[in-house]
């Protein structure tokens, strides 16, 4: 036989073992689906234009609740927002485990406040939220540090006079520092090398993570961890984000001052002294480390993705801009700063931020969970730790909540009165007990940062209102809005 021919047996046969060592054994009763093949799982029916595409699909045949089986696994789908809400909210514990994203799992690992479970993930959580609390989430501190980043960034757009830019990196920026200084204590000149360095990995890690190839990966990770592809790249960058942190820990752990805690970390190496004797104790170096990338990779790429989608969809819709600036004036003026009492006497600005974060859809097929539990659900049995994707764009973009889901129409959260409407289906931040962890800080700074640029700019566009094309760049785990450029023109 062929050498040739022996090496293409041996490749198949090692794919075969590897698919079936992770293949899990069926039991419980899970909700209907597409019939998958052995180890190649329900590949037929997966569209070339990605995760969402394909479950739509799905849906149509099967409803709301429905299993895929992603490669030799089955993960169950649930699809609107009564299926996500009856799930999330109305049966919370249960579905409050956290599933994989096979691309970023070599660096997470199960560590950290974001992906791990059990026990360390209500340590890791309950302290987490009590230290952001602390150090500015929800209270007058973080506000001023919003403000004083959205000065910075207004000096930044006057230096530009009015030319087209690209808005990426600046937003990138204003999103970081305020994360940065409640976890690092510190924030960063806009030049700085270094910061522009750690902002560049999360940007392309964010781009990598949200790709089509990452999609392919999540299918058959088993086997395609051992080649090239974007997996090595988002750890190569992750890593080198984690070395960064790293040498600023060793930095806060020489100058720590047991009665003064300067910031998240500080905080946390007081935890890990106080609990040095207990063996079983999480707050450990890996959780700490772990913890630290999760907050500042989360707390930068999702609302500086927002505003980035937000500003575009303000040149595409240039009379949005213009009714916003007119609340601005009559509520704020030109000569004080916004703060976070006005957005109650904003409806118009509020309902507009609320239809970016519905319309952009950053995190379309939502954070993976899985049950904790064999669950009972509308009549199917989930065994324990069966993965489930909450399609947050199916809640987003429901018909039954939102009369034009594929346009953008602020009218969405104004009543007949022009106040402020919420909504059910409103859920950017997933719901539930994994609900985000910077939900608070991310709604200050939407309001903020926006509310201050539409205060002392204009905008223009070098394209044409009706030419700006707002089809996403990536459309995976994230969805990533088209470079454009901008120019801010000083009011």
């Not at 927002?81 to 994203?101: C, K, M, N, P, Y």
């Not at 987490?128 to 001023?144: H, I, P, Q």
């Not at 270094?194 to 781009?207: A, I, K, T, V």
Request: hydrophobic share 40%.
């Amino acid at each position: 036989m062929e050498p040739s021919v022996l090496l293409l047996l041996a490749l198949l046969v090692g794919f075969v073992l590897l698919l079936v060592r992770g293949y899990p054994k069926a039991r419980g009763h899970l909700p209907p689906g597409p019939r998958p093949l052995p180890l190649l799982g329900n590949l037929l029916q997966m569209d070339r234009g990605g995760f969402l595409n394909s479950f739509k699909r799905i849906r149509e045949k099967y409803g709301d609740v429905f299993t895929v089986h992603l490669g030799p696994r089955p993960v169950v789908m649930l699809y609107g927002t009564e299926a996500i809400r009856e799930a999330l909210v109305d049966q919370a514990e249960a579905f409050s485990g956290r599933g994989t994203i096979a691309v970023v799992r070599p660096v997470f690992r199960d560590y950290g406040v974001i992906f791990s479970n059990g026990e360390r993930w209500k340590a890791l959580r309950r302290f987490s939220l009590a230290t952001m609390r602390d150090f500015g989430m929800g209270k007058r501190s973080v506000e001023e540090r919003i403000q004083e980043e959205a000065q910075c960034l207004v000096e930044e757009f006057r230096k530009s006079q009015g030319a087209p830019l690209d808005p990426t990196f600046l937003f990138q920026c204003i999103t970081a520092n305020i994360i940065c200084s409640i976890v690092f204590g510190e924030r960063f000149d806009y030049k700085d090398r270094q910061f522009l360095r750690l902002l560049d990995m999360f940007y392309q890690s964010f781009s990598l993570i949200s790709s089509f190839s990452s999609q392919v990966f999540e299918l058959f990770s088993g086997f395609l961890k051992y080649f090239p592809g974007a997996h090595r790249q988002i750890s190569r960058n992750m890593q080198e984000v984690l070395k960064y942190i790293g040498q600023s820990v060793e930095k806060h752990r020489a100058t720590l001052d047991p009665n003064n805690p300067r910031d998240f970390i500080d905080t946390y190496l007081l935890r890990m002294e106080k609990e040095k004797s207990n063996q079983h104790t999480e707050f450990h170096h890996e959780n700490l480390l772990i913890s630290v990338l999760s907050l500042f990779f989360a707390g930068t790429e999702t609302s500086s993705t927002t505003l980035r989608y937000g500003f575009l969809l303000m040149l595409k819709y240039p009379h949005v801009a213009e009714k916003v600036q007119k609340e601005i004036d009559q509520v704020i003026g030109s000569h004080r700063l916004p703060t976070l009492e006005d957005r109650t006497k904003m409806p118009y600005t509020d309902a507009v931020i609320y239809e970016i974060q519905r319309f952009s859809d950053l995190i379309p097929i939502g954070v993976p969970h899985k049950v904790t539990k064999d669950t009972l659900f509308r009549g199917y049995l989930l065994p324990k730790n069966t993965e489930v994707y909450p399609i947050l764009s199916s809640a987003l973009n429901d018909p039954q909540y939102f009369e034009q889901p594929d346009t953008f129409n602020p009218d969405h959260f104004l009543d007949a009165n022009g106040a402020l409407k919420k909504s059910e289906a409103f859920m950017p931040f997933s719901i539930g007990k994994r609900i985000c962890l910077g939900e608070g800080i991310a709604r200050n700074e939407l309001f903020l940062f926006f509310t201050t640029i539409l205060q002392n700019f204009s905008l223009s566009s070098p394209v044409a209102p009706k030419d700006i094309d707002l089809c996403p760049k990536e459309s995976g785990f994230g969805k990533l809005p088209p470079t454009y450029q901008i120019c801010f023109l000083a009011r």
